[in-house]
């Protein structure tokens, strides 16, 4: 059994769409044993309380710097057994020591197809502002391992969403979410869990 670490930032939609696969017996070679904030007070928290999950604030702001908030990272992970780790909306960008610790262990759900508005600086609803700026008809989400480079890890999953012509960049957020992220993320997460991606 896989123990399996979410990383959240915010209010928690892609870690309750993992609680939920989980209790519906759909990763059946994973628990999620720990929800790890960058900040505290996020609603994240409270649905790892109600789930009955450990949680734990790991604050970037609380760190002088970036290699003593990967240490302090690090040291969660490593002390509670973390076996794979989830970046659910997790703004915080994790150093060369976390993800060598974690190679080909590590999934980011990002809401653009990649290679298509990803990278430095897209996240959040940037990334569907940019979509609709550029007049796109097809965006979605894609799962990939994270290694050095920002969204430049192996893909594993992708799903595309259709744009309609009266979104916002919320409406179209909330479509990719739904029809997208919350479906990869844990289908992706439950193929690692089986050591299927290697």
Known sequence: MKRVAVLVSGGGTNLQALLDSERRGENPNGSICLVLASKPGVYALQRAADAGVKSVVVSRKAFATAEEFDEALLYELQTNHIDVVVLAGFLSVLGEKVIAAY??????????????????????????????????????????????????????LQKAVAVQPDDTPETLQKRVMVEAEWQLLPQALAMVCRDEVQ
């Open 103 to 156: 190679r080909n262990k590590i999934l980011n759900v990002h809401p653009s197809l990649i290679p298509s508005f990803c990278g430095p600086g897209y996240y959040g609803l940037r990334v569907h502002e940019a979509a609709l700026a550029r007049g796109v008809k097809i965006t979605g989400a894609t799962v990939h391992l994270v290694n050095e480079e920002c969204d430049g890890g192996p893909i594993l």
